[in-house]
């Protein structure tokens, strides 16, 4: 049993798709978020600078001492999470594209998925992808400027709904049956996407898969939070507070921190 936090960072706001996950299965944990937006976007960074980075958050979240964390990032975890492991005495658990079930119930052999340059070009996603999706066919593409666009509080703007139709397009024309989200700020544009798919495209993100692999991996460690309290939620950004806020709602007692 521990009462620590659950630390948990991303490059910016997205990951706070994975933070509800996590809550909603555990809901009695303290949990810490770091959203390091001032950087964002990770996508476009070349594996050394996105390491530089997630060591940062992941010093910045042990000094507040977290008893494990979540690097809620699909673009962090696939070019960071190995040295994260060597270097750090604490559990980590990542996100990847969730290739692996889209590529086993396609019906079309066809799939697409929407992610960073930086998780698309990383090797842990050519290893994956070669390993689950070698007899499909994966229509990748690049969501370039839609976390720019997130983080400044264009979620629905006409300008998004351009790129996504754009990135779509392709995918369409291969005729996929699934789209794998690669980057956890895309969540928030499924409402977007159920509009411009056809009603057969299934959508597939990781935020609960990972959620529950938190809490084996907490249970396993015997780092579970058993007591009935009212947990401490921290959001800590280096961003708008204003864009956090309009994506978290005003229903939940969370402290919104500046750093
Ligand atoms: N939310 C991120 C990072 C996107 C970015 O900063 O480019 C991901 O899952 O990949």
Known sequence: MSDKSIGIFDSGVGGTSIWKEIHQLLPNEHTIYLADSINAPYGTKGTKKITELSVKNTEFLLKKDCK????????ATTNAIDYLRKTFDVPFIGIEPAIKPAALNT???????????????????????????????????????????????KLRSDEMRT?????????????????VLGCTHYPYLIPILLELLPNHVKIIDSGEAVARQTKAILEKNNLLNTAKVNPKLEFYTNGSVEVMQSLLGNSLDIDYLKF
């Open 68 to 75: 494990l964390i979540v690097v809620a990032c699909n673009t």
């Open 107 to 153: 019906k079309t052999n066809a799939v697409g998925i929407l992610a960073t340059k930086g998780t698309l070009s990383s090797a842990l996603f050519s290893k994956t992808s070669g390993r689950f999706a070698s007899n499909i066919k994966l229509i990748e593409r690049e969501g370039t400027g839609i976390v720019e666009l997130i983080e400044s509080g």
């Open 163 to 179: 790129l996504l139709h754009q990135y779509l397009e392709p995918m369409l024309k291969a005729h996929i049956d699934y789209l």
